[in-house]
């Protein structure tokens, strides 16, 4: 593991078996030079017997830097030497166990530290049976490593309310920070922590990370060396994040034990900078204090330490913060939610889910620090907490850590250490909800360009299966929700005495992307055919009336019909004259009609139009080119069906 800011959490987490701590290895291992101990360690297994001691030793040089595999190894070794097993060998062994993804030779060893005697802390991390599991992964994750990871440390992906983005990373380039020997940290040889911010395009399921700056502050490096995970309020004005305990002249502060420990600090923005950075009164320099999450009424602070008077090696706590922005009493979150082992990298989503860190719910666990989420804040005191394992995915069999969401879980960011990232600690991007689009519309008579209600809408796929049916709304609207991207669909408009329209489409890969289909529709034909005048002449020809009686017959079929007609003149002679004569054939039709039996409410109007509506290209500018033929066109009784959704009712 390189990252430090994790790092400085785990340092003291050890075994203490036996009482060689004065050699050279034990020395090594003491200052975290893990690598160099172990090689030490195993050239004391050359001069004498294998122990379970140097096996172990060796086993958790491996662990601390999260080569499990190899751990692993050594472990198993160790474990056919104990006679006795104590309570932690048994618990590293079965994190090592889980992180290769052997849960059925975990689980055995777990039942061993459950009966275990006399009871010890870890022992009691087995009474942890409320945690939920979840094995099975979103079906829809994707996880996507940042185009910024570098082969060095990044991790704590954060957006603001703003949308700006935030991360920790021991960045390398000039034009950030000075290649000196005081920039690098001399137990990894790896540049400080600091925070930077860089724009993000996201698209459905891609992210891309642009240039990283330095978070705008003339103090931050002055004040700390190294810098993680952090929040910002709803305003962007109050910035807490964590940081290594430094002196004025950066000078690294260690306690007694020789830990450089964490600190909470403040700052606000002023003129476009942080400033007025303070180390919050929770901060002690014999422990450490960091990993801040502010509650959505920003009315408390949850974090991480490893005070004393916890429950495990870190827990999770939270502490008021008064109106002035003073800190109240801390309190521990308690044993419904810290282990005996490590609790951290807290993060409280606007629905008051708190998400964390843990390794110690080893009964549903994938190995080192999974990420859970629990209701524990949203519960009376009284209740029993729901937590829950966020499941593969999100968690491997490594340290998954600094979970962020502001969309309930459809899209995120978290950190981890496992095998196939590009350094140390990568930053993940998240997308669990599918892509999903709506397909939507208007459906129109194609005659009249008016909109049609109650049309059937069918979306199909390409091989012509149903995938959705609705209707259009009083407006003609249709819409198809959650269609999935990037996919060809038929979309097919039908409505009775109409002819059907279909079109086809293929979705983009825009997540929530609007495709517009309108449809249209053409009205059949109820055989009822304009009839036709003589020239200057408005009474009934024979042939018309012929047409006429069809007319009253198809009435008749349909006695709830109602109709009306609309009357025209070809463009000879004047336009008044015909507007006139236009009107006395609608009436003649309509008297004709009623003469036959249909009653007049049934015919809705009889109104002439003269030649304001010719049906060919004979106007007054081409009538005395037009035929006899194209003029007799024009002169014509029509019929519409006001009621042709509901004549049949």
Not at 28 to 39: E, G, M, S
Not at 161 to 178: C, M, P
Not at 194 to 218: C, H
Not at 454 to 473: F, Q, R, W, Y
């Amino acid at each position: 593991m390189k990252n430090i800011i994790l790092f400085i959490f785990l340092t003291i987490y050890s075994f203490s078996v036996t009482a060689q701590k004065n050699n050279a290895a034990d020395k090594l291992y003491k200052n975290f030079a893990y690598i160099d101990a172990a090689k030490l360690y195993k050239e004391a297994l050359k001069k004498q017997d294998s122990s379970a001691y140097l096996l172990t030793r060796i086993g958790d040089c491996y662990y601390k830097n999260s080569n499990t595999k190899e751990a692993l190894k050594w472990y198993a070794l160790a474990a056919d030497k104990y006679e006795d097993k104590n309570p932690k060998f048994i618990f590293n062994y079965i994190q090592t166990l889980r992180s290769v993804g052997n849960h059925e030779l975990a689980d055995e060893w777990l039942e061993q530290l459950k009966s275990y005697t006399p009871v010890d802390s870890l022992v009691l991390n087995t009474q942890f049976t409320n945690v939920k599991p979840k094995y099975d992964s979103k079906p829809a994750l994707k996880l996507i490593n940042l185009n910024s990871n570098t082969k060095y440390a990044d991790f704590g992906g954060y957006e603001d309310s703003f949308g700006n983005f935030y991360y920790s990373s021991a960045v390398i380039k000039d034009t950030l920070f000075e290649k000196t020997k005081d920039k690098v940290y001399q137990w990894n040889e790896e540049p400080f922590l600091k925070i930077v911010t860089a724009e993000v395009t996201k698209s459905f399921d891609s992210i891309n990370v642009g240039p990283f700056k330095s978070i705008p502050s003339d103090s931050i490096n002055s004040i700390t060396n190294h810098q993680g995970t952090l929040v910002i309020s709803k305003d962007g004005r109050t910035l807490y994040f964590t940081g290594s305990n430094v002196k004025k002249n950066n000078v690294a502060v260690y306690d007694k034990a020789g830990t450089n420990n964490l600190k909470i600090y403040r700052a606000n923005l002023v003129n476009g900078k942080w400033r007025n950075i303070k180390d919050l009164s929770i901060n002690d320099k014999s422990f450490s204090t960091g990993h801040p999450a502010l509650s959505p009424d920003e009315k408390i602070l949850y974090f991480v330490s490893d005070r004393p008077g916890g429950f495990g090696h870190t827990d999770l706590y939270e502490v008021p913060i008064n109106d002035d922005g003073t800190l109240g009493e801390v309190q521990n979150l308690g044993p419904k939610i810290n282990t005996a082992g490590r609790e951290m990298f807290p993060f409280m989503a606007s629905d008051f889910t708190l998400y964390f860190s843990s390794d110690g719910y080893i009964n549903n666990n994938f190995g080192l620090l999974d990420i859970y989420k629990t209701d524990l804040v949203q519960k009376a005191e009284n209740f029993e907490a729901s937590i829950i394992n966020l499941g593969p995915g999100f968690n491997s069999g490594y340290d998954d850590f600094a979970f962020f969401t502001n969309d309930g879980e459809k899209t995120g960011y978290l950190s981890s250490n496992r095998p196939e990232g590009k350094g140390g600690d990568d930053i993940y991007a998240f997308f669990t909800e599918k892509c999903s689009q709506s397909i939507e519309g208007v459906v129109y008579d194609v005659l009249t360009n008016s909109r049609i209600v109650n049309a059937k809408v069918v979306l199909k796929d390409i091989e012509e299966n149903e995938v959705a049916t609705t209707v259009t709304n009083k407006e003609g609207k249709y819409i198809f929700e959650g269609v999935d991207c990037e996919k060809a669909f038929i979309i097919t408009a039908s409505k009775k005495r109409h002819q059907s329209d279909a079109k086809e489409i293929m979705t983009t890969n825009i997540f929530k992307d609007k495709n517009l289909v309108d449809l249209y529709l053409k009205p059949f034909d109820i055989n009822i055919n304009p009839i036709y005048f003589d020239f200057d002449k408005s009474n009934i020809r024979p042939d018309a009336a012929a047409e006429l009686d069809r007319v009253v017959a198809v009435m008749k079929e349909y006695p709830n019909m109602i109709i009306k007609i609309e009357s025209h003149t070809d463009s000879r002679g004047k336009d008044s004259y015909n507007l006139s004569l236009s009107d006395r054939r609608a009436k003649s039709t309509r008297d004709y009609i009623e003469s036959q039996g249909i009653l007049a409410n049934h015919i809705e109007s009889a109104i002439g139009y003269g030649e304001t509506q010719l049906v060919n290209r004979c106007g007054n500018e081409l009538r005395k080119e037009c035929s006899e033929e194209e003029h007799q066109q024009n002169r014509r009784s029509r019929f519409i069906i006001v009621n042709f959704e509901t004549f049949e009712d």
